[in-house]
Structures are given as C-alpha cells and as structure tokens.
C-alpha cells in the first residue's frame, strides 16, 4: 500500500456550476509518514518521494526542446497540445519563466481562425508518422496538423497567474496570452458547435487525445476506410503493439486525416462533411472548465463584456450536460452527434465533471459510487475504462489503463464536491504506481505494472506539480 495518508479537509458546499479553483478551498496534504525529523533531517521514509521528484526534473530537462517539452523521446518527438498545457505546471516549480515559455511556444502555432492544433511539429523527426508531409503534403507539409485537443491552457494559465511567485511576470503574461486563449474558446464555439447546443464536437479520436477508447468503437466503426496511401506505422517500433491502437483503428484515424486535408481543414467545413462525429466527455468538460478560468482572467484583467460572453457559454454548456449523464449508469457518457445516441461504454472520462464543476450533488454521488466500485475491482486505480467490461484491456493505451493526468482532474473534482478520503485513496494509488514503477505514460491497473512511453513527460509534471504538493509535511 502507498505510504500516504490524508490530514486536512474541504468544504462540500461546492455547487455545480460554480467557479471554483483548485485554490479556492483548502488543499489536501497527504504525508510520508515520518518524513520531517527536526533532528535527523529526511528520513529514509521520504526517500521515494524525493528521488521521484529528483526523476520528474530530470525528465522535464532531458526532453526539453528550447522552449518546448516533447512527451517521450522517439515516441512523441513533437510538441503536443494539452502535454505542454500540463507539462507547464511541472515547469512551474522549478522556473517560472519556462513554464510560461511553453505556453508560448504553443500558441506560437495558433492559426488565424484560432485553432490551436493538436501537434506543433518544430523539428524534423524520423520516429513518427504521420508526420508533417501526411498533414499537408510531400511538396507543401504543414507546421502543424489541423485538428486540436482538450483546451487545457486556461485552466494552465489560471494556475500560474495565482501561483505564481513573480507577480509582475505572471501579470504580463495573463495579459499576452489571454486574446490568444479567448481566440481558441471563441473558435470552438463556432466551428465545433455551429448549431449552439452548448457542448462542442470532436471529429477526430486524436482529438479526443483518448484515441482509441472504448467510447469510439462504435461511431469509427461506421467511418469508411478510403483507399488510403501505404503506410509504415513508426509507434509499434517504440512501443509492444499490446500497448497501441490496432491496425483497424489507424486505417480509419488516416482516412479521417486525408478527407481534412482534401478540404485544406476549413472549419467551416470539417463538421459537416466528418463521418466521425461524437461529442466527447473529456473535451466538453476540459473545455467548461477552461472557460470558468478563462472568464475569472478576464474579470481579473478587467475584461468585463469578455466576461459576459463566456458567461453565456457556460450557461448553455451547464444545460446541455445533463444530456450525456446516464442516471441508470450512474455515469456520464459521450454522444455520437449523428445518431443522437449516447456512447454505451464507461471510461474515465465519465467522471470529468467532476472537474469540470457541473455535476449536480446527486450526480456526484452517483459518480463517486461508480469510482469506488471500479477501484475495489482493481489493484491500482483509476482505470481508463470500466474495469467490469468485457472488453476491458489493462495494456491497451485508453482502454483501461491508469493515467496520472486524469487522475489528477478527478482528484480535483472530488475534493470541489466534498469526497476528500476517496480523493486520497486515488491519490494514494497514484504515488504508489510511480514510487514502484517510474515514470511511464501509463499503468496497468491489475498488476501496477508501467508501460507505454518511457520517462515520459506530463506524469512526471504531476510529480512536480500534484504529488510534491500532495506530500507537503504537516505544520
């Protein structure tokens, strides 16, 4: 068992639409026992911790790439979006100004419409495909792929801005970033939900940044493999083909790719011609989110009417909601957009609002009863997908691995709804996965095992920036 244990509480009182901040309550401490000895200094209790921490700086610096962070040599030679959203929380304990860097460094790549893509591709790298000539083309390949992931920069933004030690520099780079932020919001209000439902589209797995969970088995079934060019798949010689997406699934992931490039990714074209449609938990609730931090930076700049325009955002997102929550379940589930049906599979996605604050007190409920029952079927949690489904595989990337970033999201959004000691038993599983296994991607649930990428970059950033603070001694 982990060698944690939990010390303060918070508040249960957090409503459901509610702006609320990781810091606007108290923050659990959670402890190595025994670990500050005034007279014998660190004890040898602490040790893992430390040398986990010493590993996550490591990592960050080795797979720095002058103002960007790639994910995991070879695998993931490029700058991903939402890895360098949380990869800056890491680097924010250790150097301000590189944490904002990487932001920067993101956003550098913003197109004119606001997309912020998916992948910026800095460098030339021959350990991944599809690479920039597939994007584009052999004569004409882009900087970036077309196509985006959870928008996690503001709620990264909101971080540093409150976090963070040098007032002056925070202030100056809320203020840089912000029409850049509101940019990318505003663009996926209108190419993502042109019909104004209130909750946006995902129109492709990579999107979804969960690209081959179990809650896209059935709307990728029905997209179409064209006669695609031939392709060598570079993963699998980085990773045991047990850990990835099947063939299956890559052909249709391609095909996606080359009907967007036919149409030069226009957005005003992309949702109405992808056969691949589905509005995705994770995105949907990332984005709620973002948007409640997005609007406290800009009251906080003074940014009023900006204000109001998210306000209706969130309105009309905190409505729509509670169409993709299964009472009967007790979980909340992504739609196919164009059957209208709800997604059959549980993953861990299902628990995102949570996170995202729009969970009423009884959804919470229900959804904490839910994550026990998951974690009592486990070693280690929280698993990608239910671990109760017949087709639960704990080595296959999102369908049913642990990882630590969404344990993190969850973590947050239990204590925002009062359900502290569940909150420190995932965190509890968390440390214990990475003291005993190291750095990976993710981790196998039933046996704890590491696997995926190695030293790989936004677990260790939640070394840094979720686990250090969770073990912060007691006074």
């Not at 979980?331 to 996605?349: H, I």
Request: proline content about 7%; charged content about 20%; aromatic content about 12%.
């Amino acid at each position: 068992m982990a060698p944690v244990a939990c010390l303060t509480t918070v508040p249960a009182e957090a409503q459901a639409h509610q702006s609320f901040h990781a810091n606007d309550a108290a923050s659990a401490v959670v402890v190595i026992p025994g670990a500050i000895n005034t007279d014998k200094g660190v004890n040898d209790e602490y040790e893992p911790l430390k040398n986990l921490l010493e590993l996550s700086k490591q990592i960050l610096t080795e797979n720095d790439r002058g103002g960007y962070t790639i994910p995991a040599k070879g695998l993931y030679p490029y700058q991903w979006n939402w890895d360098s959203a949380l990869v800056a929380l890491g680097w924010a304990t250790l150097d301000e100004g590189r944490a904002w860097q990487e932001l920067e460094m993101l956003f550098s790549a913003q197109w004119e419409d606001g997309l912020v893509p998916h992948i910026v591709f800095h460098k030339p790298s021959p350990t991944y495909f599809p690479g920039p000539e597939i994007w584009g083309s052999v004569e004409q390949p882009m900087g970036t792929t077309g196509i985006t992931q959870p928008p996690v920069a503001a709620i990264t933004v909101r971080k540093l801005y409150e976090e963070g030690v040098n007032k002056e520099l925070a202030m100056q780079k809320a203020k840089e970033l912000f029409p850049k932020l509101l940019a990318w919001h505003r663009w996926f209000q209108t190419a993502r939900d042109p019909h104004g439902t209130g909750l946006v589209a995902t129109l492709h797995p990579w999107e979804s940044g969960m690209d081959n969970s179990p809650a896209w088995d059935e709307p990728l079934h029905n997209v179409p493999v064209d006669p695609i060019p031939p392709y060598v798949r570079k993963d699998l010689g980085h990773v045991d083909s047990a850990m990835r997406p099947k063939q299956e699934e890559y052909d249709r992931f391609l095909t996606l790719v080359y009907r967007f490039r036919a149409v030069n990714y226009d957005c005003t074209k992309l949702y109405f011609l992808s056969p691949f449609r589905v509005t995705d938990l994770c995105t949907n609730a990332v984005l709620y989110r973002a948007n409640l931090d997005l609007r406290w930076l800009a009251t906080e700049l003074g940014e009023n009417e900006i204000a109001e325009e998210i306000d209706g955002w969130v309105e009309k997102a905190h409505k729509a909601f509670d169409t993709l929550y299964d009472a009967k379940a007790g979980m909340y589930k992504s739609k196919d957009q164009l059957t209208g049906k709800l997604l059959a599979a549980k993953t861990s996605a299902g628990f995102l609002p949570l996170f995202a604050r729009v969970a009423s007190a009884e959804q919470a409920a229900s959804l904490a009863a839910t994550l026990e029952r998951w974690l009592d079927c486990v070693k280690s949690g929280i698993p990608s997908y239910d671990p109760e489904a017949a087709n639960f595989e704990p080595l296959r990337y999102w369908r049913g691995p642990v990882w630590a970033i969404i344990n993190w999201m969850i973590t947050d959004g239990l204590r925002a709804y009062g359900y502290e000691d569940l909150a420190c038993r995932v965190e509890a599983d968390t440390y214990e996965l990475l003291v005993s296994h190291g750095i990976s991607e993710y981790y196998n649930p039933v046996t704890g095992a590491a696997a995926g990428g190695k030293l790989f970059s936004w677990t260790a950033a939640m070394c840094l920036a979720w686990l250090s603070k969770a073990a912060t001694p007691a006074c």
